[in-house]
């Protein structure tokens, strides 16, 4: 079993929609919650972080995380194609980060 | 500030030869990570460094790997020999001071594509 797990697409969403990104991690010891964007070709930079059970929102982002159910979520609202890219999930225990393999995401004009 | 800084972008080298991989990371920071990205593995912490001293290596595959940290602006990957299933993107990041709850700090340099024929 993989420590992230995504689901790795292609995920085709309409310009304006919501957008959901789903991960699902198998340390209960994990601290602390990540969501990257990387385009084609470029490196991950970092779009939100999420420690706490619940929401968080930062613009058109909503991290949503239940440790109970080792779950983490991204919606993105209104979605733009400059949103299109691969999301990575990663998980933080101690003082290293576990990434998913990461969904790529189209957003369709 | 220039960011995270890897040099060479791209590397096209024949099995068995010796690949350096170079990193500077930003200024002030006092982490230092190496990254491994393949298609079929994603994104893989391969070796981290605190204060110029590498605090974990388990994630290098092997012997053939080697990380140092002259100093805190300078880092270097080395892969000796290099083999075909080597190539990858290597990205080094950098952060100052993860805290117990807050790593947003964490940057990644524009990564060294690696090619082994």
């Known amino acids: 079993q993989k420590e992230v797990e995504q689901n790795s697409g292609p995920l085709s969403v309409p310009e304006g929609a919501i957008a959901s990104l789903n991960c699902t991690y198998s340390d209960r010891g994990s601290q602390s919650f990540f969501w990257y964007r990387q385009y084609s070709g470029k490196s991950p930079e970092l779009i939100m972080f999420?420690?706490?059970?619940g929401d968080k929102e930062d613009g058109r982002f909503t991290a949503q995380l239940n440790k109970a159910s080792q779950y983490v979520s991204l919606l993105i609202r209104d979605s733009q194609p400059s949103d299109s890219a691969t999301y990575l999930c990663a998980v933080r225990a101690n003082e290293k980060l576990t990434f998913g393999t990461g969904t790529r995401l189209t957003i369709i004009p | 500030d220039a960011g995270v800084i890897q040099s060479p972008r791209h590397e096209v080298t024949e099995m068995g030869q010796e690949v350096t991989l170079r990193c500077k990371p930003i200024?002030?920071?006092?982490?230092l990570f190496w990254y491994r990205q393949t298609m079929m593995r994603g994104l893989e912490l391969l070796i981290y460094f605190n204060n110029n001293v590498p605090i974990d290596d388990s994630g290098m595959p092997e012997d053939r790997f080697s990380a140092k940290m002259p100093n805190a602006s300078f880092s270097t990957l080395k892969i000796q020999p290099s083999e075909p299933r080597d190539s990858a993107v290597y990205f080094c990041a950098s952060s100052l001071v993860i805290q117990r709850e807050n790593m947003k700090t964490q940057y990644f340099g524009p990564g060294t594509r690696l090619l082994v024929l």
């Open positions: 200024s002030g920071h006092d982490y």
């Open positions: 999420i420690y706490s059970n």
